[in-house]
């Protein structure tokens, strides 16, 4: 395992690190609490520092995965790097489905930390993310009131960096974003970037470059087309939004996933296209640490196989970029 510096934040993490979407259950199928513990656990036997979670990581109501990750981080919170997020939660309707609301007004900054450390059982969050706001709604997201708010609890010692995740495609809100990320209000950007969604990389990693920003790499095994586990036909888990998929759409997306099988042979320690996939990610400069998810130990060591693997040389990263401009269409969502 390598470390890097998260930005100019003095914080140092994992390359690769562990998002627990799936450890509060929903999409991702049936969860074990205990085999989520020890998943964190077995993490950071392989020298995973960076645990992020949120409060919306649940299935119907919040919570789960915060509180899973609380618990299995007792007697071993300096051992990590850990990021939560505001603004996004879970609320059952009268048929007992889940409804995501968005709230990211300052009376829920305040009070969205407080509970999250409560049920973290810590004192304070390395980082606190703002959790993808929908783009194009008009008063759901004052940056300037957001991050006012944000900088106080940093004052205050409750967060040690100040983070923004982008909702889908980093262009959605770049042009409200990047004056803070210049000025150096924010500390470090989640982004989804993986090598069926290479967007960020004309539009923001040059300023991620220039302004020294942390940048964590989230979905870069885009929503599971590069893991090489299904076809078609699935098997997809009930509730996955790719078994909604016209056939003709998800083939489209695996035909280009498997334009990227020639890496396995290119790099000593990727043998598999999602290890291919995420060592792609971090092979770029820019990039902090990426965040694969898991629920069990099984899929951790599948995604942090390849960790110890020399970066991409540039001739297969510039080979890479040359796949992805052929495509008339590079949005994988939807």
């Known amino acids: 395992m390598r470390y890097k510096q998260l930005g100019k934040t003095g914080i140092k993490v994992s390359e690769y690190g562990l998002g627990t979407w799936a450890m509060g259950g929903g999409a991702y199928g049936i969860t074990d609490d205990e085999e989520s513990i020890r998943t964190i656990h077995r993490a950071q036997e392989q020298g995973v520092t960076l645990l992020d979670t949120a409060p919306m990581y649940g299935h119907k109501v919040d919570g ?33 489905k889940s409804t995501i609301v968005e709230d990211y007004s300052n009376k829920r900054i305040m009070a969205s930390t407080e509970t999250s450390l409560d049920r973290l059982q810590t004192d304070y969050l390395d980082v606190l993310f703002v959790h993808t706001p929908t783009p194009d709604q008009p008063g759901l997201f004052n940056p300037e009131e957001a991050f006012s708010t944000m900088a106080q609890l940093k004052t205050q010692g409750k967060i040690r960096a100040v983070g923004f995740s982008f909702h889908l495609y980093s262009g959605s809100w770049i042009e409200q974003i990047e004056p803070f990320l ?23 990693l040059p300023i991620i470059k220039e302004t020294g920003t942390g940048f964590v790499a989230r979905e870069s095994l885009a929503n599971g087309f590069l893991t090489d586990s299904f076809t078609i036909e699935g098997p997809f888990n009930a509730g996955d939004p790719k078994g909604n998929l016209p056939k003709e759409k998800i083939q489209e997306k695996l035909d280009k996933a498997n334009q990227f099988k020639f890496l396995l042979d290119l790099s000593p320690g990727i043998s598999s296209l999602p290890e291919a996939a ?57």
């Not at 915060?66 to 790097?81: F, H, P, Q």
């Not at 150096?184 to 967007?199: A, C, K, N, T």
Request: glycine share 8%; with cysteine; net charge neutral.
């Open 64 to 96: 789960r995965s915060e509180t899973v990750c609380g618990r299995a981080l007792r007697g071993r919170r300096d051992k990590w790097i850990l990021s939560t997020k505001f603004g996004r939660s879970l609320t059952p309707d009268s048929n007992g």
């Open 182 to 204: 210049r000025s150096g209000v924010i500390d470090v950007v989640q982004v989804g970037i993986s090598l069926m969604l290479p967007e960020p990389i004309d539009n923001l």
């Open 278 to 334: 995420l060592h792609w990610t971090v092979s770029m400069p820019e990039v902090s640490t990426v965040i694969p998810g898991a629920k069990n130990i099984e899929e951790l060591e599948q995604c942090i196989r390849g960790a110890d693997a020399e970066p991409f040389e540039q001739m297969t990263m510039n080979k890479i970029r040359d796949i992805q401009n052929t495509w008339g269409d590079w949005k994988i969502y939807g």
